[in-house]
């Protein structure tokens, strides 16, 4: 079952500035420093992370979404497709069923664990039981978890944004990433002072303001601290968490 708790004191088992090959930390999990910062626990992906540089979260396959399920009733811990996905054993564990129609859409689901497939059905355990029943109309996203396999933030985007690396994370390693409060950030262009930045869509892994005040399609990280220089990396107060 989904554990709920409140923001008191976490025992961490991981230094800020320390990597590790193996989790001490559930994925995601949320510390705070004493000066009000924020980071959450992730795992790099297949390429290294570098300090500085924002992170997004691994690109979801597009062929795991919208699938097709057998009816499952109010209270049942397993969805079935009917679909037919490749997936490898607990690719997704700790990632989300998401209801996206029909009967109990709305509704998102931790995933607890399910099988390797090859082009066939899947069973999928949940941590919790379902709440509204699902029909046979009813259609299935499946998400990994953000923080399983981030990469350095794409100019273009295939997922959203989840933080920025403090250190230089080894390939499939385990690390924070700060989510709220000063953080320095790689910058793309000239940053203007308390001015909202963007993930660049020029420089992977950079901030940039939104050009010409046009309403771009750009996900908001934080507001520049001071004004910026193109290629350095400067104070942004991150909004991420």
Sequence with gaps: MTQITGTGPVVVAQGLYEESSTALHKLGEIVYSNDGRAFRYAKAGGTALAPGKLQQSPAQDTGDHNLAIAAADAG???????????????????????????????????????????????????????????????????IKNPYDGVIIQPTTVSSSPVGVAVKAITASYYGWLQVSGPCSVLLDGT????????????????VEVTADGAAEILSVVGTAMIAGTDTEYGPVMLKLL
């Design 76 to 142: 049942a811990i397993e969805i079935v497709t009917t679909a037919t996905p490749t997936v490898t054993a607990n690719q997704y564990a700790g990632g989300f069923a998401v209801i996206a129609d029909d009967a109990g859409e709305g509704y998102s689901y931790l995933i607890d664990s399910h099988p390797a497939t090859t082009a066939a059905a899947l069973t999928i355990t949940l941590a919790d039981k379902i709440v509204v029943a699902l029909t046979t109309a009813t259609t299935v996203d499946l």
């Design 191 to 206: 940053i203007t002072v308390g001015t909202d930045v963007v993930a660049s869509d020029n420089v992977n892994g950079a």
